[in-house]
């Protein structure tokens, strides 16, 4: 696909790393695609994987990874705290890149996916529990608790937070 070709040609300094790593995506029953601007390969119209390129590394993310295996622990959250279901892998050098390994976790993921498995993502309580000095000054003060209510919940939960 020549967005993909075009998206390797400018992150030359990871180019055998990227090659190498679409090489191995290639050779399983994925489609390739370019969401978000990366290299993303799919299977029955759902996102699998995407393969990008930053400043001190390369790697794969698994949109669906919290259900791999992980059995040679390469996989680490993408944002801890935040990120459910993705899981990435980094490389630094291309001698990290194990090709039967990566096959291995990507047979998985597309097994998962044939499956119908999935990260179930609770959604969050709407509820905000507001410290008592928070709830105190928006009893005091009406127009600011109007100003407060209006906010979405998240960022509701982020003030009381932040006050907490």
């Not at 390797?8 to 191995?24: C, G, P, Q, V």
């Not at 976790?105 to 609770?122: A, F, M, P, R, W």
Request: hydrophobic share 35%; net charge positive.
């Amino acid at each position: 696909m020549k967005e993909v070709e075009m998206y390797i040609d400018k992150k030359n300094h990871w180019e055998k790393e990227l090659l190498l790593m679409r090489k191995i995506l290639l050779s399983l029953p994925i489609e390739e695609t370019i969401k978000w601007g990366i290299p993303t390969y799919v299977y029955d119209k759902k996102n699998l994987v995407g393969l990008g390129a930053f400043k001190n590394h390369v790697g794969l993310w698994f949109f669906q990874g919290a259900l791999l295996k992980d059995s040679e622990g390469l996989l680490h959250n993408a944002q801890e705290g935040k990120t459910k279901a993705m899981r990435q892998i980094h490389f630094k050098t291309i001698h990290e890149i194990n090709e039967t390994v990566l096959s291995n976790y990507l047979k998985e993921t597309i097994d998962n996916q044939k499956k119908g498995l999935k990260v179930k993502i609770s959604k969050p309580s709407k509820n905000v529990l507001l410290p008592l000095e928070l709830s105190q000054f928006l009893e005091d003060n009406r127009s600011l608790a109007d100003s407060f209510y209006k906010l979405t919940p998240g960022r509701q939960k982020e003030y009381a937070e932040y006050i907490e």
